[in-house]
């Protein structure tokens, strides 16, 4: 495996401070719990169609994504090796991915994404992923969670 991808941190059910029958409260500042430096909001994603790509690009900073309801399929490729990895992110999970991991996002409609990053949101920063890199990531087995 890639060495960035090792530096991938998946955690599940965190920031949750009540739970029951009717609801899940999370407590906002939880969602960076443990975790090194400074996030700032970037955008609160709203799928509005099942199965809809997002990503397929890499930054130069790292990016945590958080999500409160909903599951998201995460493919993620080291853009220097090509080493891959595959997440599933469930309700009350983050996932923090570091800088020059490609990433590809599908939910459905309705999911809710959360995403930040350790420097100021800048879509010039968004670097797109090579056909070669997007097609690794298209040849992942939909069962390498």
């Given amino acids: 495996m890639g060495e960035r991808l090792r530096q991938v941190r998946y955690d599940e059910n965190v920031a949750v401070v009540h739970q029951d029958g009717r609801r899940t409260i999370y407590d906002p500042d939880k969602i960076f719990d443990n975790l090194d430096g400074l996030f700032c909001q970037h955008n609160v994603i709203v799928l509005s169609q099942d199965g809809l790509e997002l990503g397929n690009h890499y930054h130069d900073y790292k990016e ?79 069962k390498s969670f």
Avoid: W
């Fill in 64 to 142: 945590l994504f958080f999500t409160p309801t909903g599951e998201f399929d995460f493919k993620l490729i080291d853009i220097d090796d090509f080493a891959m990895k595959r997440f599933l992110l469930k309700r009350g999970d983050r996932l923090l991915i570091p800088e020059g991991i490609g990433h590809v996002v599908t939910g459905k409609s309705g999911n809710v994404l959360m995403g930040y990053g350790n420097v100021r949101f800048n879509p010039k920063r968004l670097i797109p992923c090579s056909r070669e890199t997007l097609q690794s990531l298209a040849s992942m087995d939909s």
